[in-house]
């Protein structure tokens, strides 16, 4: 039986990456395995927000750049507001008719965020459309 899908995103530097997501996007570090206690790559790492959970690896063969994985959300107006003021210069993929970057409507019904992080993988944030 099925549990839980974790989604596996490849990284090329830890410490960048344990920066952004943890002080960026709120996320929390659960564990981290470095190479050796004087080599921080390659690395695996767990980290979880509101019980989802998102593995980090910089290993040779764990994906590749530019992966994708889609969080769903209560409000994703709330997680834009959050990171801008942690970050102003944040890197957020969506930009709507007007130029402006942020959550956007989309035909599907969802309101959406994508943010990318240092590596260029898409973080993808979603709530339903009131």
């Not at 989802?52 to 969080?71: M, P």
């Not at 970050?87 to 008719?97: F, H, K, L, R």
């Not at 599907?108 to 990318?116: I, K, N, P, S, T």
Request: proline share 5%; charged share 20%; aromatic share 10%.
């Amino acid at each position: 039986m099925l549990k839980q899908a974790i989604p596996v995103l490849h990284i090329s530097s830890a410490d960048a990456a344990e920066a952004f997501y943890c002080q960026i996007l709120g996320f929390r570090r659960e564990f981290r395995v470095p190479a050796s206690e004087t080599k921080r790559d390659p690395c695996y790492m767990g980290l979880s927000r509101d019980g989802a959970i998102l593995h980090l690896s910089s290993h040779a063969g764990d994906g590749v750049t530019g992966g994708v994985v889609y969080f769903l959300a209560d409000d994703v107006d709330a997680l834009y507001a959050e990171f801008t003021v942690k970050n102003a210069s944040i890197p957020i993929a969506t930009v709507d008719a007007a130029g402006v970057h942020g959550p956007v409507n989309q035909t599907w019904g969802m309101r959406e965020l994508y943010v990318r992080d240092p590596d260029g993988n898409s973080i993808r944030f979603g709530a339903p459309i009131r």
